[in-house]
Nanobody, 125 residues
Framework: QVQLVESGGGLVQSGGSLRLSCAASGRTFTNYAMGWFRQAPGKEREFVAVISRSGSSTYHANSVKGRFTISRDNAKNMVYLQMNSLKPEDTAVYYC??????????????????WGQGTQVTVSS
């Protein structure tokens, strides 16, 4: 089992920044590719970004490319999502997820093994 706990969400004005954190525990962190997903009200959960097990490779969805950056600290069992130039359409619950032996090609909800409880991000216009 892997436990994931997100933090760092909140209310921010359009154009502002937030950094989400996800603390992992339970198993060998470096066995897992880590992803961020989000779900807005009435919409399906969608992929945001993924980082490889070593942290050397990342991939971001087109909708956030150039504004969001995923990173990880394997010594601390942490993964982060730095979100800049936030827009109202970024408003959603953001989820951290772990996929054992995953890669940066791991971009769909069904592929992931473990999920956090989510953290709300609200961007006001």
């Amino acid at each position: 089992q892997v436990q994931l706990v997100e933090s760092g969400g909140g209310l921010v004005q359009s154009g502002g920044s937030l950094r989400l954190s996800c603390a992992a525990s339970g198993r060998t962190f470096t066995n897992y590719a880590m992803g961020w997903f989000r779900q807005a009200p009435g919409k399906e959960r969608e992929f945001v970004a993924v980082i490889s097990r070593s942290g050397s490779s990342t991939y971001h969805a087109n909708s956030v490319k150039g504004r969001f950056t995923i990173s990880r600290d394997n010594a601390k069992n942490m993964v982060y999502l730095q979100m800049n130039s936030l827009k109202p359409e970024d408003t959603a619950v953001y989820y951290c997820a772990a996929k054992e032996w995953g890669t940066v090609m791991s971009r769909t909800v069904l592929e992931y093994d473990y999920w956090g409880q989510g953290t709300q991000v609200t961007v006001s216009s």
